[in-house]
């Protein structure tokens, strides 16, 4: 749905593909991405700090830092190209199930221009699913 609304937006692929991805980060980009076995965070370089000096962030609702096997699929996904990568932190979910629903939230609040950094979590799901129903999209509360 994202990737229809904003087709000028680099990426937003398949997660399945992640080991073969290669972003143009030359452009703007959102990208979901599976982590950890079990965990959904994004990385993008959309309203990142220096993001014009091939720095990406990477949004996190659970993690404070990144693991070695991340490092390395950011690293293969952005062709080498990225010179740092900034952990977003403040960004904290609680309990241990909303991590792919606070992607989601993450990539369409930076689509639409929003910050990323701050959610209702007891809403989102009825708010995933109304859009979900609706098929569009729109910035979570």
Known sequence: MLKLAFPNIEDLQNTLLQDRLKLNV???IVQVIHIKGQHWAVLSNISCQDAGNN???IYDSFYNDID???AKLINNMTHGKIHSSHVHSKLKKEGGTDCGVFAIAI???LLYNQSPLKFQQPQMRHHLILCFENNSLVPFP
């Open 26 to 28: 030359t452009r703007s």
């Open 55 to 57: 720095d990406i962030c």
């Open 68 to 70: 070695d096997r991340t």
């Open 107 to 109: 990539a369409t609040s």
